[in-house]
């Protein structure tokens, strides 16, 4: 990751202690690449399987790290494959017919390499209609390679054998819920059969499949369907699908079960008619209409916005119970975590409603950015997922409030993306190397992603952005390119010249911006210095300035916005050309200076408008100058940010006075900001939504990423005294809009969503009271909640206060809900991060309760995952009992499932954040992680880089 590799040589430690490791599925580039692993035994009376048999055992090497350098174009194109899967209870075979085409020409035929894996059963292998003799391949837990293929175009036929059933891992064919279902990105398709499983090669694919008709009546696939029908006297059934699209070998998809079905169309801008269906449980077809809704509302929405239509007639979402991410893009099937499509306004919060509507457009926009046109190689996923994540942001800002939108998206930047970049994981957007690919899935290459893209739409306007995409699709549809391709389709379609940007793909850390500022009354100028540095990062230093867009605005004393002019521009006149108020700068040294003319009164600048980089910002902006802008300012993001700025300062000195032993005292200036906060709540037209998210204290995590050695106790207790004194000194003004934000009835509407989130917060201000006239008005509110959002919000009151009512309100929402697995992980989440002391022993009860499966990966992100990033104080309890319990799990998980233990063990991945105490603790339970033989590549390649 980034520049800190993790080679064979620089292993030899770890690899020491570790006598075996899972096999890998990352093989690049070599065609031979894992000839030296044991061959698998694969003995069927096939020619193949004798050969693989005949080979000795040897140990598995240490993972080696793959690198973006290395990349070679492949020698072989697969221009059309042919599978046909029977799917059986105990196994199920699979036919694959390749159309192979060299892309050498002459000379000396060049072995073909296909990725494999231990779980898949190779059972014959032909070319062209010829099996190939014991001395023709060599198979190995990576693969198989054909030493000598043809050298011109020739039909390869391989057929495998899997068990579905078996797959704990859910990567390639699994079972879920008795259905079988897909996830192939990144490298699951090499669990199903031998193929180059690589982003680089694309296919037609026709699929074929046939099953058990009474157990599987629902047989689906890519593209369209062109045939089916009954076979066995109707005992069994088949389908076929064709997608005429070429695509990558990880955007396959198969569906099989019995499932509903709902059903509506979609016109598009061409008059053409799209049959759209979404397949859930039996049971839950009434959960799947605002999934729809949202599906039917994105495909409209990139019509209008980037002129980008649908190309297919039939559009497929399918909804399974057991999947590792949130949802696949496979082309005209999507598979969704079914917690992403399920929702009713008793079943799901309102923020379950804003995720489906944004994952639904996301997968729906990746028809474009990410299927027609996919990365090259897996250093360029953010290619795909950054340009798209962008764009399902973009979305549901136009679709909700996109101030509020805005705020959401930077919170999580800073809560997760920031602390990523300052720790021992730091990678760029596009890394330079993994062990396991599947670890780079993260929100340095989504939302930083993201951001990056963003910084392009600042810098060149919305019709410059537009231009750029008009013009990356024109040249690359149908084909695999890389995030230079993409920043060349930007500069070329706006001739700018954006080199200074490029760092951005390359470099790993954030950005620290300084911002210094002057006014001369006399000269009527105002003057902004701007400085900009990287803080090194692991395997990286001296890193480059880079080119950023800084936007700006300058306030008058009466809050209104001045019309700005840079030195050397010529103001703006008359009708034809608007006055700026927000002017872009283009910020690229290491320091700069920018003067703004014809400033005619000292004015207050806001600075970084919209978080127009994501960079961390210092100014000398004064409490009262922030205190002016939470009022005045017109940008939503930087009112917000005012008073964040203000409240992360008043806590940081108060985590000192509480290290120093000092008595903690509240500034009242910031008790009458949040005063004027929610008093403005009860006038007319408020915007309820951003004044809910403007209340929101700075969290523990949050500040633990400002504060050096970071003691949990200490963050809780200043940040908890800073609640609680808000929440006494404005109890009424809490009380009062409570009340006056509790509706009758439930609505959907974006002013009652408003007023829900508005009217909940405030509950949680007030349950830091620790009254108990509080904990019996927020058992009420929940025996009254007409809808999930209410239920969790009064639950959530409760779950951190050892009283009655705590224990009644659990008691009440299992007995209603415990046959609802998607609901039953909230109540397993809002126990798990409740700040109560010693919690670590109800999160251990709840491991063997019976609404608890370590199998699916939701119930463990909500479980453990809400234990280890919920309430710090316990995880990092300085008795070490959250950490045991971690690396416990993390090891019991990584026999089943590799990819959801990695996760989990990135609890441990800033240890050298905290005191010397949790450190050691924290390092003891790594050094017992990776020293455990037989651990995954997923979880090794994350131990082993926090340790080094």
């Given at each position: 990751?980034?520049?800190?590799v993790?080679r064979?040589?620089?292993?030899?430690?770890?690899?020491?202690?570790?006598?075996?490791?899972?096999?890998s599925?990352?093989?690049?580039?070599?065609?031979?690449?894992?000839?030296?692993?044991?061959?698998?035994?694969?003995?069927?009376?096939?020619?193949?399987?004798?050969?693989?048999?005949?080979?000795p055992?040897?140990?598995?090497a240490?993972?080696?790290?793959?690198?973006?350098?290395?990349?070679?174009?492949?020698?072989?194109?697969?221009?059309?494959?042919?599978?046909?899967?029977?799917?059986?209870?105990?196994?199920?075979?699979?036919?694959?017919?390749?159309?192979?085409?060299?892309?050498?020409?002459?000379?000396?035929?060049?072995?073909?390499?296909?990725?494999?894996?231990?779980?898949?059963?190779?059972?014959?292998?032909?070319?062209d209609?010829?099996?190939?003799?014991?001395?023709a391949?060599?198979?190995?837990?990576?693969?198989?390679?054909?030493?000598a293929?043809?050298t011109?175009?020739?039909?390869?036929?391989?057929?495998?054998?899997?068990?579905?059933?078996?797959?704990?891992?859910?990567?390639?064919?699994?079972?879920?819920?008795?259905?079988?279902?897909?996830?192939?990105?990144?490298?699951?398709?090499?669990?199903?059969?031998?193929?180059q499983?690589?982003?680089?090669?694309?296919?037609?694919?026709?699929?074929?499949?046939?099953?058990d008709?009474?157990?599987?009546?629902?047989?689906?696939?890519?593209?369209?369907?062109?045939?089916?029908?009954?076979?066995?006297?109707g005992?069994?059934?088949?389908?076929?699908?064709?997608?005429?699209?070429?695509?990558?070998?990880?955007l396959?998809?198969?569906?099989?079960?019995?499932?509903?079905?709902?059903?509506?169309?979609?016109?598009?801008?061409?008059g053409?008619?799209?049959?759209?269906?979404?397949?859930?449980?039996?049971?839950?077809?009434?959960?799947?209409?605002?999934?729809?809704?949202?599906?039917?509302?994105s495909?409209?929405?990139?019509?209008?916005?980037?002129?980008?239509?649908?190309?297919?007639?039939l559009?497929?979402?399918?909804?399974?119970?057991?999947?590792?991410?949130?949802?696949?893009?496979?082309?005209?099937?999507?598979?969704?975590?079914?917690?992403?499509?399920?929702?009713?306004?008793?079943?799901?919060t309102?923020?379950?409603?804003?995720?489906?509507?944004?994952?639904?457009?996301?997968?729906?926009?990746?028809?474009?950015?990410?299927?027609?046109?996919?990365?090259?190689?897996?250093?360029?996923?953010?290619?795909?997922?950054?340009?798209?994540?962008?764009r399902?942001?973009?979305?549901?800002?136009?679709?909700?409030?996109?101030?509020?939108?805005?705020?959401?998206?930077?919170?999580?930047?800073?809560a997760a993306q920031?602390?990523?970049d300052?720790?021992?994981?730091?990678?760029?957007?596009?890394?330079?190397?993994?062990?396991?690919?599947?670890?780079?899935?993260?929100?340095?290459v989504?939302?930083?992603?993201?951001?990056?893209?963003?910084?392009?739409?600042?810098?060149l306007?919305?019709?410059?952005?537009?231009?750029?995409?008009?013009?990356?699709?024109?040249?690359?549809?149908?084909q695999?390119?890389?995030?230079?391709?993409?920043?060349?389709?930007?500069?070329?379609?706006?001739?700018?010249?954006?080199?200074?940007?490029?760092?951005?793909?390359?470099?790993?850390?954030?950005?620290?911006?300084?911002?210094?500022?002057?006014?001369?009354?006399?000269?009527?100028?105002?003057?902004m210095?701007c400085?900009?540095?990287?803080?090194?990062?692991?395997?990286?230093?001296?890193?480059?300035?880079?080119?950023?867009?800084i936007?700006?605005?300058?306030?008058?004393?009466?809050?209104?916005?001045?019309?700005?002019?840079?030195?050397?521009?010529?103001p703006?006149?008359?009708?034809?050309?608007?006055?700026?108020?927000?002017?872009?700068?283009?910020?690229?040294?290491?320091?700069?200076?920018?003067?703004?003319?014809?400033?005619?009164?000292?004015?207050?600048?806001?600075?970084?408008?919209?978080?127009?980089?994501?960079?961390?910002?210092?100014?000398d902006l004064?409490?009262?100058q922030?205190?002016?802008l939470?009022?005045?300012?017109?940008?939503?993001?930087?009112r917000?940010?005012?008073?964040?700025?203000?409240?992360?300062?008043?806590?940081?000195?108060?985590?000192?006075?509480?290290?120093?032993?000092?008595e903690?005292?509240?500034?009242?200036?910031?008790?009458e900001?949040?005063?004027?906060?929610?008093?403005?709540?009860?006038?007319?037209?408020?915007?309820?939504?951003?004044?809910?998210?403007?209340?929101?204290?700075?969290?523990?995590?949050?500040?633990?990423?400002?504060?050096?050695?970071?003691?949990?106790?200490?963050?809780?207790?200043?940040?908890?005294?800073?609640?609680?004194?808000?929440?006494?000194?404005?109890?009424?003004?809490f009380?009062?809009?409570l009340?006056?934000?509790?509706?009758?009835?439930?609505?959907?509407e974006?002013?009652?969503r408003?007023?829900?989130?508005?009217?909940?917060?405030?509950?949680?201000?007030?349950?830091?009271l620790?009254?108990?006239?509080?904990?019996?008005?927020?058992?009420?509110?929940?025996?009254?909640?007409?809808?999930?959002?209410?239920?969790?919000?009064?639950l959530?009151?409760?779950?951190?206060?050892?009283?009655?009512?705590?224990?009644?309100?659990?008691?009440?929402?299992?007995?209603?809900?415990?046959e609802?697995?998607?609901?039953?992980?909230?109540?397993?989440?809002?126990?798990?991060s409740?700040?109560l002391?010693?919690?670590?022993?109800?999160?251990?009860?709840?491991?063997?309760?019976?609404?608890?499966?370590i199998?699916?990966?939701?119930?463990?992100?909500?479980?453990?995952?809400?234990?280890?990033?919920g309430?710090?104080?316990?995880?990092?309890?300085?008795?070490?009992?959250?950490?045991?319990?971690?690396?416990?799990?993390?090891?019991?998980?990584?026999?089943?499932?590799?990819?959801v233990a990695?996760?989990?063990?990135?609890?441990?991945?800033?240890?050298?954040?905290?005191?010397?105490?949790?450190?050691?603790?924290?390092?003891?339970?790594?050094?017992?992680?990776?020293?455990?033989?037989?651990?995954?590549?997923?979880?090794y390649?994350i131990?082993?880089?926090?340790?080094?």
């Amino acid at each position: 990751m980034g520049a800190s590799v993790l080679r064979a040589s620089g292993q030899a430690g770890a690899a020491a202690r570790r006598t075996q490791h899972r096999a890998s599925a990352a093989t690049w580039p070599s065609p031979a690449h894992g000839l030296g692993f044991a061959a698998r035994s694969t003995n069927r009376g096939h020619s193949a399987a004798s050969s693989a048999s005949a080979a000795p055992a040897v140990a598995d090497a240490p993972p080696k790290a793959i690198y973006l350098s290395e990349y070679a174009a492949p020698d072989y194109v697969f221009a059309k494959v042919a599978l046909d899967f029977n799917l059986g209870e105990e196994r199920t075979v699979v036919g694959n017919t390749v159309s192979v085409e060299p892309t050498y020409t002459g000379g000396v035929s060049r072995p073909l390499f296909l990725n494999g894996d231990p779980c898949v059963e190779l059972t014959s292998i032909e070319v062209d209609g010829k099996s190939l003799p014991p001395s023709a391949f060599v198979l190995t837990p990576k693969g198989l390679t054909i030493t000598a293929p043809p050298t011109e175009p020739f039909t390869l036929v391989i057929t495998t054998v899997i068990k579905p059933q078996d797959n704990t891992e859910l990567e390639g064919l699994y079972k879920s819920s008795g259905n079988f279902c897909t996830q192939c990105e990144a490298e699951g398709f090499r669990r199903i059969t031998f193929f180059q499983d690589r982003p680089d090669v694309m296919s037609v694919f026709t699929t074929t499949i046939t099953a058990d008709k009474a157990l599987y009546p629902v047989l689906l696939s890519n593209g369209n369907l062109v045939d089916s029908g009954d076979l066995d006297g109707g005992a069994r059934h088949f389908t076929v699908w064709e997608d005429p699209f070429v695509k990558p070998s990880y955007l396959f998809a198969l569906v099989a079960g019995n499932l509903g079905v709902i059903e509506d169309t979609f016109q598009t801008c061409s008059g053409r008619d799209v049959a759209l269906r979404i397949y859930v449980e039996h049971h839950n077809l009434d959960k799947a209409d605002f999934a729809m809704a949202s599906l039917i509302k994105s495909m409209a929405w990139d019509e209008e916005v980037f002129g980008l239509e649908y190309d297919l007639d039939l559009f497929n979402i399918v909804a399974v119970d057991d999947f590792n991410m949130g949802a696949m893009e496979n082309k005209s099937l999507n598979i969704f975590n079914s917690r992403l499509i399920l929702a009713t306004p008793q079943t799901a919060t309102d923020a379950d409603y804003a995720a489906i509507e944004g994952v639904v457009a996301h997968e729906y926009f990746h028809n474009w950015t990410g299927n027609r046109v996919t990365c090259r190689d897996w250093f360029q996923l953010s290619l795909k997922e950054g340009l798209t994540v962008y764009r399902d942001q973009e979305f549901s800002s136009d679709m909700n409030s996109r101030g509020v939108k805005r705020i959401g998206d930077v919170s999580r930047v800073r809560a997760a993306q920031f602390p990523q970049d300052a720790g021992p994981m730091a990678h760029p957007i596009r890394p330079e190397s993994y062990i396991k690919m599947d670890n780079f899935y993260t929100v340095t290459v989504y939302e930083k992603g993201a951001e990056v893209v963003r910084m392009y739409d600042t810098l060149l306007g919305k019709a410059g952005f537009r231009k750029g995409m008009d013009l990356y699709f024109k040249r690359h549809d149908g084909q695999a390119v890389t995030t230079d391709d993409f920043l060349a389709a930007m500069a070329d379609a706006n001739d700018v010249d954006l080199t200074a940007f490029m760092p951005w793909y390359s470099q790993a850390g954030t950005p620290a911006v300084g911002v210094a500022t002057a006014y001369d009354a006399a000269a009527k100028t105002f003057t902004m210095t701007c400085t900009q540095s990287t803080p090194d990062t692991p395997g990286q230093t001296g890193k480059l300035p880079v080119l950023m867009p800084i936007a700006v605005g300058l306030l008058r004393a009466d809050g209104s916005d001045m019309a700005l002019t840079l030195q050397g521009e010529a103001p703006a006149v008359g009708t034809e050309t608007a006055a700026e108020t927000t002017k872009v700068l283009r910020f690229k040294d290491a320091s700069q200076t920018y003067v703004f003319t014809g400033v005619d009164e000292e004015p207050v600048p806001s600075i970084l408008r919209n978080f127009s980089a994501p960079v961390r910002l210092t100014t000398d902006l004064t409490q009262q100058q922030l205190i002016f802008l939470m009022a005045h300012d017109s940008d939503a993001f930087n009112r917000w940010e005012a008073g964040q700025t203000l409240t992360r300062a008043l806590l940081l000195g108060l985590i000192a006075d509480t290290a120093a032993g000092r008595e903690l005292k509240m500034d009242p200036a910031i008790t009458e900001a949040m005063r004027s906060i929610i008093s403005g709540a009860a006038e007319a037209g408020a915007d309820r939504a951003f004044i809910a998210r403007a209340m929101v204290v700075p969290s523990e995590s949050e500040l633990s990423e400002l504060v050096s050695p970071a003691d949990p106790d200490v963050i809780h207790a200043a940040r908890v005294f800073v609640v609680k004194a808000l929440a006494a000194a404005l109890r009424s003004e809490f009380e009062t809009t409570l009340a006056a934000n509790t509706a009758a009835e439930y609505s959907n509407e974006p002013e009652a969503r408003a007023q829900r989130t508005l009217k909940n917060m405030c509950l949680g201000f007030l349950s830091y009271l620790e009254d108990p006239l509080v904990d019996a008005d927020a058992l009420e509110r929940y025996k009254a909640a007409d809808n999930m959002t209410d239920q969790v919000a009064s639950l959530a009151a409760l779950t951190s206060r050892e009283c009655l009512e705590r224990e009644d309100a659990l008691g009440l929402f299992y007995e209603q809900w415990k046959e609802d697995p998607l609901i039953m992980n909230k109540w397993l989440g809002l126990q798990a991060s409740a700040g109560l002391p010693n919690n670590v022993d109800n999160v251990i009860a709840l491991t063997k309760h019976p609404a608890f499966d370590i199998k699916n990966p939701n119930k463990v992100y909500s479980l453990v995952g809400g234990f280890v990033g919920g309430t710090p104080t316990n995880f990092h309890a300085a008795d070490g009992r959250g950490y045991e319990f971690l690396g416990d799990t993390v090891l019991a998980l990584d026999k089943l499932n590799g990819s959801v233990a990695a996760r989990m063990v990135g609890g441990f991945v800033r240890w050298r954040k905290y005191d010397e105490g949790r450190q050691a603790l924290m390092k003891a339970q790594l050094e017992r992680i990776v020293n455990t033989e037989g651990l995954s590549e997923n979880v090794y390649e994350i131990v082993s880089k926090s340790l080094e």
